[in-house]
């Protein structure tokens, strides 16, 4: 059974750092792409980062480039998130989902990111 | 960069047929992905490459896609169908991005 479990959200002053992770089972982790979108409060979903399956090509959504980067250990089977010069407008459940380059085929429940003073 | 346009709400009562629409500038050459999101819960895939069913998704979920519309229909509508709904694309220009509708409330009255 494929499982995609999510950690490391919380609560974070604007301008702060965060860094997320989710951690993959029942699947070969080093053979799928894997990806963040996030659902901002009462809002719709929102793709934000995609890594192919080796870590060698990275995808950013415009509102988060240069201030997120995604990166995987596919050692650990385990795929990050690290989120640096964060906005109230990041507040948002980030969730990890696997892909295969075109859709997103399972997703983990989701880790809340509240970005407020 | 590429829009996908949902109507925020649909409404059908239990045993008819829902279609949910999604509206994007040639939209039939892409492939289109449908999930369905229940309150407080994840998203699910529910149709994949405009109207194939990943498995343990039930017959009555269906898409179509041509022209500047897609299509996902559901047929004999339950109470338990009650959910957002939201498609979504793969488009390479002017870079990678996975694009999603606005999402479509489907309540069962």
């Known amino acids: 059974e494929v499982q995609l479990l999510e950690s490391g959200g919380g609560l974070v002053q604007p301008g702060g750092s965060l860094r997320l992770s989710c951690a993959a089972s029942g699947f070969t982790f080093s053979s799928y792409a894997m990806n963040w979108v996030r659902q901002a409060p009462g809002k719709g979903l929102e793709w934000v980062s995609s890594i192919s399956d080796g870590g060698s090509r990275k995808y950013y959504a415009d509102s988060v480039k240069g201030r997120f980067t995604i990166s995987r250990d596919n050692s650990k089977n385990t795929l990050y998130l690290e989120m640096n010069s964060l906005r109230a407008e990041d507040t948002a459940v980030y969730y990890c989902a696997r892909g295969d380059s075109r859709l997103f085929d399972y997703w983990g429940q989701g880790t809340l990111v509240t970005v407020s003073s | 960069s590429y829009v996908l346009a949902q109507p925020p709400s649909v409404s059908v009562a239990p045993g008819q047929t829902a279609r949910i629409s999604c509206g994007g500038n040639?939209?039939?050459?892409?492939?289109v992905h449908w999930y369905q999101q229940k309150a407080g819960q994840a998203p699910v895939l529910v149709v994949h490459d405009n109207s194939d069913r990943p498995s343990g998704i039930p017959e009555r979920f269906s898409g179509s896609n041509s022209g500047n519309t897609a299509t996902l229909t559901i047929s004999r509508v339950e109470a338990g169908d009650e959910a957002d709904f939201y498609c979504q694309v793969w488009d390479n220009s002017p870079d990678h991005s996975w694009v999603f509708g606005g999402g479509t409330k489907l309540t069962v009255l």
């Open positions: 040639n939209i039939g050459s892409k492939r």
